[in-house]
């Protein structure tokens, strides 16, 4: 891709959003296409929604943290990533607050293994923090310490995930509240629309589904890079919501599809996958970035979007576990208390 930088900040404009829209339209699919999968294999939803919806939403974050690192542009990697978690959780809350007007997402939600993707998330957030403030400890042949544990601790993650929700320990009690019968009566037609469709097919339009996203985050990535150069705003604060927000759209097309169907487990189990796959992608940031240690590049005030993360996931398991039928402006009080933590950590965050 040509060096972007000498394009006017109009065209890259442009170019930003033709990527976004790339990213949305083959987002939408990617949720039914991974439903379907789950239905046809037996595979959990939970699991699913973590590892392969959530791995696939997580391209533009790979292209967008791998072209910056690429480039020298390791702050931009850094606090995409770091940033990427809240906005994250925050699609969560916007999808409440829009596509289930008048209950609580998380009402709907009682799954167990929910609570061990949560927890795990927290654990991968809390030491992506203790990297940030302690910067590099040591490397090897040029990669850190830091970046391999994570992805360790990420692959440690997945497989306690799969192992619990195979056999889980426990399960929540109370009344399970049902989705609206015009999410079940589309979620029936959308079955029967691939009735005839092979699951060796589902895979193809997968595939496919997920290389658009590839292309569109690539471009979001560069051109995000060049704007935050042209605008003068900076690497930190773009990389935290600029590109973070466009990165993101995948959940946000997934994670509205997939409550419009009623997988609403899924939703949120691609949202948390997600999030933990932000994570374990310092490693290949690690290995792009070519000017030592990518943790020794980041500020401190990277810490701060960490523990931002870890409070808005905090408050969604607040709302998994209590799953109160509450809402304020007509979404869920969980929903509601993140978006304000949102909203007052970027403008904390901006401070610094």
């Not at 959308?190 to 292309?215: D, I, P, R």
Request: hydrophobic share 50%.
């Amino acid at each position: 891709m040509p060096d972007l930088t000498e394009t006017s900040l109009a065209i890259n404009g442009l170019l930003f959003a033709g990527g976004a829209l790339l990213v949305w339209l083959a987002g939408t699919k990617l949720s039914q296409y991974v439903d379907l999968f789950a239905d046809r294999t037996g595979l959990g939803k939970a699991f699913a929604g973590a590892l392969l919806l959530g791995g696939a939403t997580s391209l533009p974050e790979l292209a967008t943290t791998v072209t910056a690192a690429s480039s020298g542009a390791a702050e931009l990697a850094g606090t995409n990533l770091l940033g990427g978690v809240v906005m994250q959780i925050a699609v969560l809350a916007l999808v409440d607050a829009f596509v289930l007007r008048g209950r609580p997402l998380t009402l709907f939600s009682p799954q167990s293994s929910l609570l061990m993707v949560g927890v795990m998330l927290i654990g991968l957030v809390a030491l992506a923090s203790a990297a940030v403030t302690s910067q590099e400890l040591f490397s090897v042949a040029g990669i850190g310490f830091w970046p391999v544990a994570l992805f360790a601790a990420y692959v440690f993650s997945v497989w306690v995930i799969y192992r619990y929700e195979g056999d889980p320990r426990w399960e929540p009690r109370g009344e399970v509240a049902q989705p609206p019968e015009s999410a079940r009566d589309l979620k029936d037609a959308h079955e029967q629309s691939f009735q005839k469709t092979s699951t060796a097919m589902l895979v193809g339009y997968f595939s496919m589904a997920s290389l658009v996203v590839l292309v569109g985050g690539v471009t979001v990535a560069k051109t995000g890079e060049a704007i935050a150069e042209q605008s003068g705003l900076g690497q930190g604060i773009v990389g935290a919501t600029l590109v973070a927000f466009a990165t993101s759209l995948p959940e946000v097309s997934t994670t509205y599809s997939a409550v419009r169907f009623g997988a609403y487990s899924m939703a949120a189990a691609n949202i948390l996958g997600t999030n933990s796959m932000e994570i374990a992608l310092f490693l290949p940031a690690e290995l792009a970035y070519r000017d030592g240690p990518i943790f020794d590049a980041m500020p401190n005030s990277a810490a701060f979007l960490a523990a931002l993360g870890i409070v808005v996931t905090s408050l969604y398991l607040w709302g998994i576990l209590e799953r109160r039928d509450k809402t304020i402006l007509g979404m869920g009080v969980d929903s509601f208390a993140v978006l304000v933590v949102y909203a007052c950590g970027l403008l904390v965050y901006w401070t610094l």
